[in-house]
């Protein structure tokens, strides 16, 4: 750092180190690529380019090099699907997901594992997605948090704030299908949609 030159960076009250708003992301092995797979098979982004996933990732996320490894990840993903498409025979149509009318009215949510553990001891970050304006949330959680404290985070966090949604895409994470979030989402009129193992694309 240049002396005399004020700096962005920060260390938040969590432990988290930012530039600005951003999180600076460190060199952990597959923690970067974890944030770039997310990032490109999320069902609202449809796979962008470098450019576009670049821009989807700017205002969350800081590091060195992440331009460069976004062009990078996504040259071997064009690459793999061509191999893919030439080796594959012709599958079923995948079901697109139908583009809300409302904000926050249908969203989707997965976690983010394998982060390194901050000083309040979190290890996992739980991304609400809402699908109209691709704005979202980025929860700092513990692995062992238990259902009911993420059950108040998400009404603290995200039905306070923008309502109960009509409905909510993941994957079949025990959290997402077990009784007590089902029962819950049920009560607020919420409808549970889960990704398959044929068709994870579906949630990304």
């Not at 992440?66 to 025979?89: G, L, N, R, S």
């Not at 299908?177 to 694309?201: D, K, N, V, Y």
């Amino acid at each position: 750092m240049k002396q005399g030159k004020k700096s962005n960076f920060s260390i938040r009250d969590d432990g988290v180190i930012v530039n600005g708003k951003r999180i600076c992301v460190p060199d952990v092995e597959g923690l970067r690529r974890g944030i770039l797979q997310e990032a490109h098979n999320a069902p609202y982004s449809m796979h962008p380019g470098t450019t576009k996933m670049y821009r989807n990732l700017r205002p969350y996320y800081w590091w060195q090099t992440m331009k460069k490894d976004v062009a990078e990840f996504v040259a071997k993903y064009m690459t793999c699907q061509q191999v893919k498409a030439e080796h594959q025979a012709p599958a079923g149509k995948l079901r697109p997901l139908s583009i809300p009318e409302w904000k926050w009215e249908k969203i989707t949510m997965d976690f983010v594992v394998g982060l390194p553990r901050t000083l309040r001891k979190h290890d996992a970050i739980w991304v609400i997605v809402d699908r109209l304006t691709k704005s979202a949330y980025f929860l700092p959680i513990r692995l062992g948090d238990s259902l009911d404290k993420l059950a108040e985070l998400y009404v603290s966090e995200i039905v306070r704030l923008h309502g109960v949604p009509v409905s909510i895409v993941s994957d079949r994470d025990p959290r997402f299908a077990s009784h007590f979030w089902e029962s819950l989402q049920r009560a607020l009129g919420t409808r549970l949609h889960f990704s398959t193992a044929f068709h994870p694309l579906t949630d990304g």
